[in-house]
C-alpha cells in the first residue's frame, strides 16, 4: 500500500518561493515517474509537474514553466516542488501521486495548502 505525505506549503507573498516536499511509503517509488497536482475549489485537479523514475526528464505546465522545478531524491522516496515567483493564481492546495503514463495511481495523500497574497 503506498502512502502519500506532503509538506511545505503556507502563506507567502506573491514573488515569493516555498518548497513542497513528498515523502512516498512503499518500494515502488523508485522505479516510478511522480507527479504534482495542485486543487482548487470547484475546479479538477491539474497536473503540474511530472517527473521521469531516474529524474532525468520532467514535464511541466505552461503555466508554471519557468518558475516551479521538479525533482527527487530516490533514497529517500521524496519528490520536491520548488516554487519562485509565486502569483496569486498558484494558491491552491498541492498533492503528488505515482504515476502511469500521466495518470494517478495511489490513494491521494492530504495534501498540502499553498496561499499566495497579492
Known amino acids: 500500500q503506498v502512502q502519500l505525505v506532503e509538506s511545505g506549503g503556507g502563506l507567502v507573498q506573491a514573488g515569493g518561493s516555498l518548497r513542497l516536499s513528498c515523502v512516498v511509503s512503499g518500494s515502488i517509488f523508485s522505479i516510478r515517474n511522480m507527479g504534482w497536482y495542485r486543487q482548487t475549489p470547484g475546479k479538477q485537479r491539474e497536473l503540474v509537474a511530472t517527473?521521469?523514475?531516474?529524474?532525468?526528464?520532467?514535464n511541466y505546465v505552461d503555466s508554471v514553466k519557468g518558475r516551479f522545478t521538479i525533482s527527487r531524491d530516490n533514497a529517500k522516496n521524496t519528490v520536491y516542488l520548488q516554487m519562485n515567483s509565486l502569483k496569486p493564481e498558484d494558491t491552491a492546495v498541492y498533492y503528488c501521486?505515482?504515476?502511469?503514463?500521466?495518470?494517478?495511481?495511489?490513494?491521494w495523500g492530504q495534501g498540502t495548502q499553498v496561499t499566495v497574497s497579492s
Open positions: 501521486n505515482v504515476l502511469s503514463g500521466r495518470s494517478p495511481i495511489a490513494s
Open positions: 517527473i521521469s523514475s531516474s529524474g532525468g526528464s520532467t
